[in-house]
C-alpha cells in the first residue's frame, strides 16, 4: 500500500496528464514507477534505450506523439514557503527544479505542475520562453544558483492552459 504522500503525488500526475490528453487530444500517461528513469546520475541508461523509450522514462509525465521535447515534473504539496521566492532561495523549489533538469535533454521545454492544498495549481518554467506565452500574472523566481537554468516564470496553471495561443504554442515549442 502506497503512503499518503505518494498516493496524493500520483493522483496529481494522473489529473495532470488527463487535463492535457484532453487539451491536445493526444494521450498523455503517468510515467510507471514515475520519476526519472533516465535523469541524473541515471542519465547513462540513454545509451541503451531508443527515443521513445527515453520519453516514456524521464519525468512524471510520458507527453503525446508530437511532444518530442516536453519534460515535466508533478508536485503536489501541503504548503509552499511563497516568500522564498523573492530571496531566490526556496530549497524546495530549486530540489523540484533539479529534479526537471536532470532528466532534460537537449532542445527540451522544462515544465514543473505544482499544486498546493487550498491555494491551487500552479505552473513554473524557464523564463526564456516567457516571450511565447501571453501571460498577465505571474513571479519570477531567479534562484541563486546558477546550475538550475534560471530565472523560472511561476504563474496560475488554470489561466495559462486556459489560453488557446498558449495551448498552441506549447505544442510548438515542444514538437
Not at 542519465?43 to 518530442?68: C, T, W, Y
Not at 508533478?74 to 521566492?85: G, N
Amino acid at each position: 500500500m502506497p503512503s499518503p504522500q505518494k498516493a496524493k503525488g500520483s493522483s496529481w500526475e494522473r489529473e495532470v496528464a488527463r487535463q492535457l490528453s484532453s487539451i491536445y487530444n493526444e494521450s498523455f500517461i503517468r510515467a510507471p514507477g514515475s520519476g526519472a528513469y533516465v535523469g541524473g546520475t541515471n542519465s547513462a541508461r540513454k545509451e541503451f534505450l531508443h527515443e521513445g523509450q527515453i520519453r516514456a522514462l524521464k519525468g512524471d509525465i510520458i507527453p503525446g506523439p508530437s511532444f518530442v521535447h516536453f519534460n515535466a515534473e508533478c508536485k503536489s504539496y501541503a504548503e509552499m514557503p511563497w516568500h522564498q521566492l523573492y530571496t531566490g532561495d526556496c530549497k524546495l523549489l530549486d530540489g523540484w527544479i533539479t529534479q526537471c533538469l536532470d532528466a532534460e535533454d537537449e532542445g527540451d521545454v522544462n515544465l514543473l505542475f505544482m499544486k498546493f492544498n487550498r491555494k491551487g495549481t500552479f505552473l513554473a518554467f524557464q523564463h526564456r520562453h516567457k516571450a511565447h506565452f501571453n501571460i498577465e500574472n505571474y513571479t519570477c523566481y531567479s534562484p541563486l544558483s546558477e546550475s538550475l537554468a534560471g530565472p523560472w516564470v511561476v504563474t496560475d496553471l488554470g489561466s495559462f492552459l486556459g489560453i488557446r495561443h498558449n495551448q498552441n504554442k506549447l505544442k510548438e515549442l515542444c514538437s
